[in-house]
């Protein structure tokens, strides 16, 4: 904290206009040429420190809140005098992200780095050979990777800042270097900001009384957002878990008896589907057609065999459900979903339309090689047996399933937590049954009705 303030304080952000408008008026040219580096004057509540003796101050918050601009600040409150040659009260800093690259890029350079947010007196110079930001006063800053927690047995510190804690890979193994290295000053401490995931290094330190939290959703920050982008966000993602925790800034604790979690979805990543894959379209329409309708899952899969006869793996391709239309509307969606990924076969459950679901599409395109699957069982009982799969590591996911992993994660063995209906996990099931089950079993792939 820079001379003369304290942690907590008002700040210009929380107070009327009127208030700010008469302050400005009253300062002098200098006071006014020295405010926007005073960050506690701009700062959001959650931006500043909390009160008391803290060890660890975790910010979390949603994309955008301004997690970045926090932690840069209070880097700077730590290292900054009250003049510019003058010591601060930290002048060994670790700064840890996911990489180094990616620490280098937000949290040194970045737009709301240590480097954009510095005064020009006491603006770091940064030596890339050392990977270290060095103060006009002496203080250093020295850049680690999560990747490599081994760099951070030996150095010493009286600060640090971690950022995305959540998501470094080897968390456990770098917080612990890191925490063995505080150890310089009279109070070292270090300030931790993270979009909050499921991950027990940041639940262990959040249960600890030495930590200090302050919180905000993204929208706490729309002053420096794009209207654009929180509209489209929020539609998109607003009532999913993945909102909660990527917009909302919430730490979302796995369901009960949950079938798939997030730990097991993000260790089953692809990054392109595997050459030769059999490619299936799954359509899980809804009962009826109108605004208000549930939506119809919609969801492409490719299967390939990698070994032994029963040995078949899977890629779970896109997501394309839609909902909000007609029978002719889905229909179109799952015909160009079928001719954009060259797929093989369709699969279409027809519980609650029969031959009407074949019709559909056949009347948008009838050289579709589709096919009628009939739940004879349950949700879940149909749904065990795929996320076994998963905990096989037979399936993978590419980019862009936000939503339906978040549908994935509400499924769990007494029910689907979520509001309406799973329709994209019904899709997923189908077309994983379709696709890896059945052959598995050496169910021959032709037309008519399958019981599942």
């Known amino acids: 904290m820079r001379p003369g303030l304290r942690s907590g304080s008002a700040s210009l952000a929380c107070v009327p206009q009127e208030a700010v408008e008469r302050f400005l008026t009253g300062l002098s040219d200098n006071a006014l040429a020295a405010l926007p580096w005073l960050f506690e004057f701009w700062a959001l509540p959650h931006q500043l420190p909390p009160e008391g003796d803290w060890r660890a101050w975790v910010v979390l918050g949603g994309r955008g809140a301004g997690k970045t601009r926090a932690g840069s600040e209070w880097v700077r409150s730590m290292v900054e005098g009250a003049t510019p040659l003058a010591p601060g009260r930290a002048r060994r800093v670790a700064l840890v992200g996911e ?5 280098l890029a937000v949290m ?76 310089l000053g009279d109070h070292p401490q270090v300030c931790v900001t993270t979009t909050p995931r499921n991950v027990g ?12 939290v302050t919180h905000a959703p993204t929208e706490a920050n729309r002053a420096f957002l794009a209207d654009s982008f929180l509209e489209e966000v929020r539609a998109r993602y607003g009532d999913t878990r993945l909102g909660r925790q990527e917009l909302d800034g919430e730490l979302i604790e796995e369901a009960e008896g949950a079938l798939w979690t997030q730990a097991m979805l993000d260790g089953a990543r692809a990054d392109a589907v595997p050459d030769g894959a059999r490619i299936t379209v799954a359509v899980d329409p809804p009962v009826t057609g109108h605004s208000g309708s549930d939506a119809c899952g919609i969801v492409v899969v490719g299967v390939v065999q990698v070994g032994p006869p029963r040995d078949w793996h899977g890629v779970v391709i896109e997501d394309c459900s839609v909902q909000g239309v007609s029978a002719s509307g889905w229909a179109e969606a799952a015909a160009a979903a079928y001719h954009r990924h060259g797929a ?29 699957v009939h739940a004879s069982r349950g949700k879940i009982a149909r749904a065990e047996p795929v996320a076994a799969l998963y905990e096989q590591g037979r399936v993978a996911h590419l980019p862009g399933l936000a939503v339906l992993e978040d549908q994935m994660c509400r499924m769990t063995i007494t029910g689907y937590e979520g509001r309406g209906s799973p ?27 399958r019981q599942i």
């Open 423 to 449: 329709d994209r996990v019904d899709a997923l099931v189908w077309a994983l049954t379709d696709g890896m089950i059945l052959p598995a079993r050496n169910v021959l792939a032709k037309p008519g009705i």
């Open 108 to 183: 040194v350079k970045g737009e709301s780095g240590l480097l954009a947010c510095s005064p020009p007196d006491r603006r770091p110079r940064w030596v890339a050979g050392e990977r270290m930001l060095i103060w006009p006063n002496g203080a250093e800053a020295r850049l680690y990777s999560a990747h490599d927690p081994e760099a951070l047995r030996g150095p010493q510190f009286d600060a640090a800042w971690a950022d995305e804690l959540a998501k470094w890979p080897r968390a456990e193994e770098t917080w612990d270097m890191l925490q063995f290295g505080l150890r």
């Open 201 to 212: 290094v940041l639940k262990d330190l959040l249960a600890r009384d030495s930590t200090g």
């Open 344 to 372: 093989d076969r369709m699969v279409a459950e027809v519980n609650q339309g029969g031959d009407l679901v074949l019709d559909a599409v056949r009347m948008v395109d009838p050289m579709i090689n589709v096919h009628s």
């Open 99 to 103: 990489t180094y690259d990616q620490a």
